[in-house]
């Protein structure tokens, strides 16, 4: 009698959790899409590359081993920098959005 009560009750106990936990599921995909529309894109084209929607942040050239090549401030909504770098693979970052590009 006493296995019952407590399988019943651990039934209505999980039943009850899960739509606060489909709720919360609705409530951080609705932040991640709004995160998504102002996310930085990166354009490359020859040796210059133009950054897109990430005024304030800033844009980082690595090697591929994770050194530390340059930094530049994101001063407006969009702005080109030229890269005076040898051929080769670099990672290009800014905010999230992460680049792996080769130079040539």
Same mark, same amino acid.
């Given at each position: 009698? !006493?296995? =019952?009560?407590?399988? /019943? $009750?651990?039934?209505? @106990?999980?039943?009850?959790? /899960?739509?606060?936990? $489909? ?10 899409? %709004? ?8 354009? /490359? ?6 950054? !897109?929607?990430? %005024?304030? @942040?800033?844009?980082e &050239? ?5 050194? $530390?090549i $340059?930094?530049? =401030? ?8 030229? @890269? ?6 670099? /990672?290009?970052? &800014?905010? =999230?959005?992460?680049? =792996?590009?080769? @130079?040539?």
């Open positions: 009698m !006493h296995k =019952k009560l407590l399988i /019943i $009750a651990a039934a209505m @106990l999980f039943t009850m959790t /899960i739509p606060a936990t $489909a709720a919360n599921m609705v409530y951080e995909m609705g932040i991640a899409e %709004q995160i998504e529309e102002n996310t930085p894109t990166i354009k /490359i084209q020859n040796n210059s590359v133009t950054i !897109h929607d990430a %005024q304030g @942040l800033v844009f &050239v690595m090697s591929l081993t994770g050194k $530390a $340059a930094a530049y =401030k994101i001063e407006g909504p969009s702005q080109r920098i030229e @890269l005076n770098l040898p051929k080769g693979c670099y /990672i290009l970052k &800014v905010g =999230k959005t992460v680049r =792996k590009v080769t @130079l040539r």
